[in-house]
Nanobody, 124 residues
Framework: QVQLVESGGGLVQTGDSLRLSCAAS????????MGWFRQAPGKEREFVAY????????LYAESVKGRFTISRDNAKNTVYLQMNNLKPEDTAVYYC?????????????????WGQGTQVTVSS
């Protein structure tokens, strides 16, 4: 069982930056691929970014590529999402997710464990 707790969300202006963190419980964090997803009001949850257990492999949604960076610190059991040049369309609840293996994909059913989410609001 893996418990995930996100933090770092907030209200920012267009062009600002935020760094989200997701702290995971458990002793085998490095064996879990991690992902970030988001859900805007009235929309389905969508993939944002993924990182493999080792941290060597990453994948981004086209809408965030070049602006967002996913990283992880396995010594701290934490995955991060650095978000730069934020836009109003980035407004959503952001969820951290963990797979049961070292690799996963952009599909939500690749992930077994989910955090409670953190709100990111970008004003224009």
């Amino acid at each position: 069982q893996v418990q995930l707790v996100e933090s770092g969300g907030g209200l920012v202006q267009t062009g600002d930056s935020l760094r989200l963190s997701c702290a995971a419980s458990g002793r085998t964090f490095s064996s879990h691929a991690m992902g970030w997803f988001r859900q805007a009001p009235g929309k389905e949850r969508e993939f944002v970014a993924y990182i493999s257990g080792s941290g060597f492999n990453t994948l981004y949604a086209e809408s965030v590529k070049g602006r967002f960076t996913i990283s992880r610190d396995n010594a701290k059991n934490t995955v991060y999402l650095q978000m730069n040049n934020l836009k109003p369309e980035d407004t959503a609840v952001y969820y951290c997710a963990a797979s049961v293996g070292w690799y996963a994909s952009e599909t939500s059913n690749s992930y077994t464990y989910w955090g409670q989410g953190t709100q990111v609001t970008v004003s224009s």
